[in-house]
Structure formats: structure tokens, C-alpha cells
């Protein structure tokens, strides 16, 4: 099993443009989730989906979007980088007893 | 507000040397208490779940622990392969309605030294 995989790695964007972050399970969880991890902030959630055809938003989802077509992908949308989204982004999928899997991050950074 | 709490926010030990982080947290309905590792550069690895006060987990030279308002992750005669940020988090059960919300703490960042 690959777990949960994330591209890109890294990425720089200018301001204005638009990107999506690739996530990607092969466990077969239902729940799925999209955190920022900033210094000092800890990790915070973004946007999260219990399956396939449903979404929800998070403690931060001003700026992004998501969708969940299929059980093993949820990508994530920055629809106008700004400089205020770059961070570290991480895919989670949830187990059956709440414990969370997480990508290797994609670090973005805008300029 | 839910808040979790994590101390001290770095700690320098000495190969051997054991010592204890602390997550204290301020919600109610608590579902789960999760410890995690995180290594530089890459996402957290899911170490142990907490579930009701006085319960206990071990995994090689880590012991969590679990109270009605904190958890502590023992590390006792630690390695310099046990550096890495160690967070918590809590889940809030789902008639508390937080069933799909976790709660991270800012982490301790533990460097053992030879």
C-alpha cells in the first residue's frame, strides 16, 4: 500500500494564480481532509470529506475549494494564490478508530 | 473554545535521559486523545489513541498516559533516532459535534543528543 500520496512536493506561484494539490489513498477510507501546517499555528484544517459527493469546510477555508469524485482522490484548489497561503499542506485519510494517515505535504510557497 | 496545549514547546535531552511531554487540553466530550511524530520534512505518523482517563499505550521507549485534562507521552532512555516534533490532538465526540473536527497542539520538538 502506498498510503496517502501528495504531488506536487513543492511549488512557488505568483500571486493571483490559480493551482490544485493532489491527494490521493489507497486504504479505502471514507473520510478525508486537507490541513495547513504554519510555525507556530500548529495544523489546522482546511476543508474535509466523509465520501464521495461530500464536502464540508474546515477552521480555515477561506481561499479554497474541494471535491471528492471518487473514494481514493481529494484535490485541493487554491482558486487566487496569495501570499497568506503559503505554508505546507497536508492530505489526511481517517482509519476506522478516528487515527489520521498523512502525505509526505506539499510546501507552496507564494511570491 | 476547544484549546490543546503542548509543553514545553522544545526539549534537549541527553541519549538515556528520560523525561516526559505534556498535552493538556480545555474541551468536553472528549472521543480521542491522538499522539503523533513528526520528522522534518515529512507528515505526521500516527503513534497511539487515548480513548478514557487512566488508560495507557506503549510502543518501544514511548508511554502515553491519559487524565481527565492532559496526556503525557514518556520517553524513557531515548535514542538520538527518538528527535522529532511530537503533537497531539483531540477529537471531540459526535453528539458534542465535533465528530469530525481534530484539534492539534503546536508540538514539542525533542532533540536527543549522544
Known amino acids: 500500500n502506498a498510503g496517502v500520496t501528495q504531488t506536487p512536493k513543492f511549488q512557488v506561484l505568483k500571486t493571483g494564480q490559480s493551482m490544485t494539490l493532489q491527494c490521493a489513498q489507497d486504504?479505502?477510507?471514507?473520510?478525508m481532509s486537507w490541513y495547513r501546517q504554519d510555525p507556530g499555528m500548529g495544523l489546522r484544517l482546511i476543508h474535509y470529506s466523509v465520501g464521495a459527493g461530500i464536502t464540508d469546510q474546515g477552521e480555515v477555508p477561506n481561499g479554497y475549494n474541494v471535491s471528492r469524485s471518487t473514494t481514493e482522490d481529494f484535490p485541493l484548489r487554491l482558486l487566487s494564490a496569495a501570499p497568506s497561503q503559503t505554508s505546507v499542506y497536508f492530505c489526511?485519510?481517517?482509519?476506522?478508530?478516528?487515527?489520521?494517515?498523512f502525505g509526505p505535504g506539499t510546501r507552496l510557497t507564494v511570491t | 473554545e476547544d484549546q490543546v496545549t503542548q509543553s514545553p514547546e522544545a526539549l534537549r535531552l541527553q541519549e538515556g535521559e528520560s523525561s516526559s511531554l505534556n498535552c493538556s487540553y480545555t474541551v468536553s466530550g472528549l472521543r480521542g486523545l491522538f499522539w503523533y511524530r513528526q520528522d522534518p520534512g515529512k507528515g505526521p505518523e500516527f503513534l497511539f489513541t487515548?480513548?478514557?482517563a487512566g488508560e495507557e499505550k506503549e510502543k518501544e521507549r514511548l508511554k502515553a498516559t491519559l487524565t481527565k485534562k492532559e496526556s503525557f507521552l514518556h520517553i524513557t532512555a531515548p535514542k538520538p533516532e527518538d528527535s522529532a516534533t511530537y503533537l497531539c490532538?483531540?477529537?471531540?465526540?459526535?453528539?458534542?459535534?465535533?465528530?469530525?473536527?481534530?484539534?492539534f497542539g503546536t508540538g514539542t520538538q525533542l532533540k536527543v543528543e549522544l
Open positions: 486504504m479505502n477510507h471514507e473520510y
Open positions: 490532538a483531540v477529537q471531540l465526540g459526535v453528539l458534542t459535534g465535533g465528530g469530525n473536527k481534530l484539534t
Open positions: 487515548l480513548y478514557s
Open positions: 489526511a485519510s481517517r482509519g476506522p478508530n478516528y487515527e489520521q494517515y
